[in-house]
């Protein structure tokens, strides 16, 4: 069984910037492995200036999980992103992230990393009357460790392929 429960806020301060902010909470329980009970926390702070056809946006996140209520594992990040409407209906847009994993207890450390992190992306909205979007993305990044020796460090590439479709004001169902 999981529970979970967010909540995101933004706030417009002018025409071109907006800030927002998010949390959630979270807790699963396993009653076949109840060693496997897991609960989570995450908050994110963001900004996003438009300006023009160019919107700027930069985030700090933290996370924190509990394995059977012992601290388990915490991350910290900055993320930068910039994307820009090249023609009409059209998105093209990347973002890269710096942040930190780290593991409890002590044993675990060896899988601490600094995680870089990127990709671009290119987004085709406004397709019909429940305004469908499309679009793929190219992914890649590295998990550099934190402990000499450690053989956990590994680099990460990937793709995307993603969709929207709104069929109401209040309804969003994403596929990828």
Same mark, same amino acid.
């Given at each position: ?39 989570? *926390? ?78 671009? *992306? ?55």
């Amino acid at each position: 069984m999981n529970i979970a429960l967010g909540a995101r806020r933004e706030q417009r301060h002018s025409s071109t910037l907006t800030s927002s902010v998010r949390a959630a909470v979270a807790h699963r329980v396993n009653p076949d492995a109840r060693f496997m009970d897991q609960s989570v *926390a995450a908050a994110q702070l963001g900004v996003t200036k438009q300006l023009g056809r160019l919107q700027l946006s930069a985030a700090v996140d933290a996370y924190a999980g509990w394995l059977d209520d012992e601290p388990h594992r915490r991350s910290a990040g900055l993320e930068l992103g910039a994307s820009i409407a090249p023609w009409p209906r059209w998105e093209l847009a990347g973002a890269v992230r710096y942040g930190v994993l780290e593991y409890d207890p002590l044993p675990l450390r060896l899988l601490d990393v600094d995680r870089m992190f990127g990709g671009v *992306a290119l987004a085709r909205a406004g397709i019909g009357r429940m305004q469908l979007r499309v679009g793929v993305a190219a992914l890649g990044g590295q998990d550099r460790v934190r402990t000499a020796g450690s053989p956990y460090s590994n680099d990460r590439y990937g793709g995307r392929v993603f969709a929207t479709l709104e069929p109401s004001a209040r309804l969003k169902v994403a596929v990828e």
